[in-house]
Nanobody
Framework: QLQASGGGLAQAGGSLRLSCAAS????????MGWFRQAPGKEREFVAA???????VYADSVKGRFTISRSNAKNTVYLQMNSLKPEDTAVYYC???????????????????WGHGTQVTVSS
């Protein structure tokens, strides 16, 4: 089970940190991903932290967002800085079906999803 939290309202240029607490699986054994879905748009990839510790980011968030994890808390984070109104969306954390796999950064390759947390950025 994945539980996302930390969303809220921020002004443009501000910051938020999202958390994704996992139960039933060890986040360090999976490529953990963050996705987002804005109203009227398809869910899109934001960032992934691979079990190998490498990271992948969507071009739209590179240099502004940072994905990390705490093995002790079995939690994945998404630090979002320099927020823009176009970052407004529901953010979801996700994990693939298998440990130590290397899914492509798209929704079809992730099997387990949290409920999402709303991020709203005002201009």
């Amino acid at each position: 089970q994945l539980q996302a939290s930390g969303g809220g309202l921020a002004q443009a240029g501000g910051s938020l940190r999202l958390s994704c607490a996992a139960s039933g699986r060890t986040v360090s054994s999976y490529d953990m991903g963050w996705f987002r879905q804005a109203p009227g748009k398809e869910r899109e990839f934001v960032a992934a932290l691979r079990w190998s510790d490498s990271t992948v980011y969507a071009d739209s968030v590179k240099g502004r967002f940072t994905i990390s994890r705490s093995n002790a808390k079995n939690t994945v984070y998404l630090q979002m800085n320099s927020l823009k109104p176009e970052d407004t969306a529901v953010y979801y954390c996700a994990a693939p079906r298998d440990q130590y796999s290397s899914p492509q950064p798209n929704t079809s390759e992730y099997h387990y999803w949290g409920h999402g947390t709303q991020v709203t950025v005002s201009s």
